[in-house]
């Protein structure tokens, strides 16, 4: 019988991995647990999770030989972490793997954003070039104050990407962090008065909930543009949404919304949004990599070495 848990939406490329590797059996989600035998469900010393739905004590409890949660992903909170670690659970995730095609995303959304690249090219696609002429004039992003939310390692990656676009970088995180002259800002608030561009980058979860208020977004101003690539969760979408259609915010550029996939229509009539489907991390080579980086974490727990990426 297994010792590994797949539970998510996989890849073929990974699925077949986990079953190659492991003999993994697969599961959709985590309220099919409830379907699994007792006996399967007493055998599972490894899950491989891959999804944002919530993994708690209670999925936890329902597996009484787990050991570990190896998450693909960097972001990880979508897992009760306290919850395993009271169990003796281990969690990994995997970070630095993803960082560049995260970070081109951010930037590239806010090109994608100032330039209105996307509404350009229906303008030549539908034939409006042909029939009208030039494009309507749009915004330099070159050379503007852009502020890093969270600067980890996907925030430095999205800093040094934007300092080679002569920005003006300035940031905030729990601390100040030794830097090439960015400039710190000891609150969200204080760094979006500073900025043209607010880039997100934070780590999601309870602590970061909200963390891009009301106050944040009216401080950013009806010329600030809002990039978001972390979470859903650390925007308020409401005071978002309300800032966007009064004109109190020039614009976002977001990745990631609540209710994934099935987010707040609102977002696709404003003109002044720029949508993608949660896309960062999405290119086949980072994919494959974050798949065996998860893997290499589950042989790592059943063979009885050290995690790679423990994450408690």
Request: hydrophobic fraction near 45%; charged fraction near 20%.
């Amino acid at each position: 019988m297994t010792e590994t848990l797949a539970i998510g939406p996989y890849a073929d490329t990974d699925a077949v991995a986990l079953t190659t590797d492991f003999a993994a059996k697969f599961i959709a989600n985590p309220a099919a647990l409830a379907a699994l035998s007792e006996a399967e469900r007493a055998g599972i010393k490894a899950v491989a999770y891959k999804g944002h739905l919530p993994f708690g004590a209670a999925e936890m409890d329902m597996l009484p030989a787990l050991g570990v949660i190896a998450n693909y992903g960097v972001g990880y909170d979508a897992i009760d972490v306290k919850a395993a670690s009271a169990r003796g659970i281990k969690v990994t995730n995997t970070p630095d793997v993803l960082n560049d095609d995260v970070a081109d995303v951010a930037v590239g959304l806010l090109l994608m954003h100032g330039r209105k690249m996307i509404a350009a090219s229906d303008w030549a696609r539908l034939g409006q070039w042909a029939e009208k002429g030039e494009f309507p004039l749009n915004r330099k992003i070159s050379g503007g104050r852009a502020g890093i939310l969270g600067l980890g390692r996907i925030g430095r990656e999205i800093a040094d990407r934007l300092a080679a676009f002569k920005c003006e970088i300035h940031y905030f995180a729990r601390s100040e962090k030794e830097t090439p002259g960015w400039t710190y800002h000891a609150d969200p608030v204080s760094l979006a008065e500073a900025v043209d561009y607010l880039v997100v980058a934070t780590v999601g979860g309870e602590a970061t909930k909200g963390i891009v208020s009301k106050e944040v977004i009216d401080a950013l101003g009806p010329r600030g543009i809002l990039v978001n690539i972390s979470r859903g969760t650390t925007v308020d979408e409401a005071a978002l949404i309300t800032a966007l259609e009064s004109g109190a915010l020039g614009g976002a550029a977001l990745d990631v919304f609540l209710n994934e996939p099935k987010i707040d229509p609102r977002f696709y009539t404003l003109p002044n949004v720029t949508v993608q489907p949660h896309q960062g991390s999405g290119t086949v080579e980072t994919r494959a990599e974050m798949g065996a980086l998860q893997r290499r974490n589950v042989a790592a727990h059943l063979g009885g070495k050290p995690l790679e990426t423990l994450v408690n």
